[in-house]
């Protein structure tokens, strides 16, 4: 057996998570695409919140290929992935579009439902793949989503809500992002709320986006693992949006997990490649070890150094020749990111 074809077995045997796209509102901006490459039959779905705050991208964009959908998933041997909403220039609708969003998804799931489940929990996830289905995690960027209220939270739970990603890089009414990091601020008061409460209902708190000083906040205030659902390693690439080695130690520390991911600008300044993506997982892994690195891989929101789903095996191929031994892949594939689910929303 060549080693292609090994990594080909171990990829599809492997369950692959990815942490982190943008697909929702991307589909919904290209005029309601569906997630099976063809647009949904219901029309009245065409003209709701997200679409009229937002409009259509320009034509380019509308007519280049997607990175991620059901079949490319399954192209791909993606078995899992997180659907963001990204809540951030929704102002005074950051609740409203989130719903929108998710109840266009929703339709989708429920056109799908013989090939795609809604995952609540990890064992949703394991019994996904079990049963041959693709498994998706709802999850909100930008936590104004909640609209300052526990008690959206709690209901946002109850429709299937697992990760909430505390701010984009502004601020949020829970802690400042990382482009204000010149105020120095951290998590507020209700920020500190919002992740216990987190904590209590069995949500995932996402570190990604969020200012250095509030990351130190949330180490100290969750009881649970946390995410980077899509950073890289301020070591190798010194931008605002990636961990700094010390951050990385922590993160491993709190039981967490960092999905490094695909947006070049995080990659590398100047000559972002695959060989550099993969440098960050090395990185990454000598500093927390091989239990909490995972990829998060940012498509259809910049995600774009790697063309799309159907890339993923390349990593497979890629750590093993890079010496990782097969269990450690599988860690790095989806493993990492399963036990911090797990742990944080529940078996």
């Known amino acids: ?3 292609r074809e090994d990594a080909a077995r171990l990829h599809r045997d492997a369950l692959v998570i990815d942490s982190h796209n943008d697909a929702i509102v991307n589909h919904i901006r290209r005029g309601n695409l569906g ?6 039959p219901d029309g009245d779905r065409r003209n709701a919140s997200v679409a009229g705050l937002r409009g259509l991208l320009d034509r380019p964009a509308r007519e280049s290929p997607v990175q991620i959908d059901f079949p490319k998933m399954r192209t791909g041997g993606l078995d ?31 056109a799908h439902s013989d090939d795609v ?11 996904a793949k079990q049963d041959g289905k693709l498994a998706v995690i709802l999850a909100i960027e930008n936590s104004d ?6 008690n959206v939270l709690r209901m946002l739970h109850r429709v299937g809500v697992r990760s909430i990603g505390l701010t984009h ?41 969020i200012s250095e000083t509030g990351f130190w ?28 080695n010390e951050q990385i130690r922590s993160l491993a520390k709190n039981g967490g997990s960092m999905g490094v991911t695909f947006v070049p600008r995080f990659v590398d300044k100047t000559a972002p490649s695959f060989t550099r993506l993969l440098d960050h997982v090395d990185h990454a892994v000598q500093l927390a070890g091989a239990d909490h690195v995972g990829i ?3 498509f259809d929101g910049g995600g774009t150094l790697m063309k799309d789903a159907t890339s993923f095996p390349r990593i497979t191929e890629g750590l093993l020749a890079r010496g990782y031994t097969e269990a450690d892949v599988r860690k790095i594939l989806g493993g990492n990111h399963l036990r911090v689910l797990k742990e944080a929303i529940g078996n």
Request: proline share 3%.
């Open 1 to 3: 057996m060549t080693d």
């Open 35 to 40: 997630f099976s490459g063809d647009p949904p």
């Open 217 to 244: 906040d949330v180490m100290d205030v969750s009881r649970k693992p946390v995410i980077a659902s899509h950073s890289n390693c301020k070591a190798l690439c010194d931008h605002p949006r990636n961990l700094s």
């Open 296 to 298: 998060g891989s940012d």
């Open 145 to 150: 989503g909640v609209e300052g209220s526990v």
């Open 117 to 127: 489940a809604l995952a609540k929990s990890g064992s949703d996830i394991v019994r």
């Open 169 to 209: 890089d502004v601020s949020s009414l829970a802690a400042d992002g990382n482009a204000e990091a010149r105020s120095r601020g951290g998590l507020t008061r209700f920020g500190v709320r919002l992740v216990e409460e987190m904590n209590n209902l069995g949500m995932l708190v996402d570190v990604s986006h």
């Open 80 to 110: 899992a992935a997180f659907f963001a909403v990204d809540v951030t220039l929704a102002v005074k609708n950051h609740l409203t579009y989130a719903l929108d969003a998710m109840g266009y998804f929703d339709s989708e799931l429920e």
